[in-house]
């Protein structure tokens, strides 16, 4: 008898959050073009995807998104991807007041796979992506980044000042150029192996290209 009562309850709360997980999908798909065309009309598109070069959009995506092209919105097998994709990061931008991991991340995930992904093509998502990531201390997009951190524009960043950028990516406050500068270098340093091929990430999660802690004990001794 507790069995059955607990099996029949497990049912309805499986279906109670099924409901409430199609209901959050349908109303991210009903609102997702107002919310992104609002974005990328407005002021805070300082750079369009055409400021960055072929080089530069390389370099982010080999770091961020490997397989940004390819996937649909969600990638769970990359080596190098981590947990979060480009699109995954932008709704947690735009659809969250506060994200925090946990339940929540499933909303995320459901919302990139069946309704940011699908309804806003890749370089849409790119642009919004170079304009609103947030690189701490009230600095928005590479844009600004570039004018915080380098005190000068994104098209005159050098290749190393623009990876520093990419490195932040990661966390803004552990990889701060200014405030962490040997972190954010042996960062800077480990990207230019992946890009040079000398290291090749062997996990999902391999997003610090070995050891995270190394940089830290670095900066302590």
């Known amino acids: 008898m507790k069995h059955r009562c607990f099996f029949k309850m497990a049912g309805i709360l499986g279906a109670l959050l099924c409901i409430y997980y199609f209901?959050?999908?349908?109303?991210?798909?009903?609102?997702?073009?107002?919310i992104v065309q609002e974005i990328i009309q407005?002021?805070?598109?300082?750079?369009q995807l055409s400021d960055v070069s072929d080089r530069q959009l390389h370099?982010?995506?080999?770091?961020?998104?490997?397989?940004f092209y390819n996937?649909?919105?969600?990638?769970?097998?990359?080596?190098?991807?981590g947990l979060t994709t480009i699109t995954q990061g932008l709704v947690k931008k735009l659809y969250f007041k506060e994200f925090k991991p946990g339940i929540r991340k499933i909303k995320q995930t459901l919302i990139a796979r069946f309704a940011l992904d699908p309804l806003v093509s890749k370089d849409d998502q790119?642009?919004?992506f170079i304009n609103i990531f947030d690189f701490c201390f009230g600095a928005k997009g590479f844009g600004e980044a570039a004018q915080y951190y380098h005190g000068k524009s994104f098209h005159e960043l050098s290749e190393d000042e623009y990876i520093s950028l990419?490195?932040?990516c990661v966390g803004c406050g552990s990889y701060n150029p200014?405030?962490?500068a040997e972190v954010n270098a042996e960062r800077v340093s480990r990207i230019k192996k992946v890009l040079s091929g000398e290291y090749i990430p062997e996990k999902m999660k391999d997003i610090y290209y070995g050891d995270?802690?190394?940089?830290?004990?670095m900066k302590r001794h």
């Open 23 to 34: 209901t959050t999908i349908v109303i991210a798909r009903r609102h997702t073009p107002h």
């Open 42 to 47: 407005s002021d805070a598109i300082v750079l």
């Open 59 to 67: 370099i982010l995506l080999t770091v961020e998104d490997p397989n």
């Open 71 to 81: 996937h649909r919105g969600v990638d769970l097998r990359t080596p190098g991807a």
């Open 126 to 128: 790119l642009t919004l």
């Open 166 to 168: 990419v490195a932040m």
């Open 178 to 180: 200014i405030y962490n």
């Open 212 to 217: 995270e802690n190394d940089a830290f004990k």
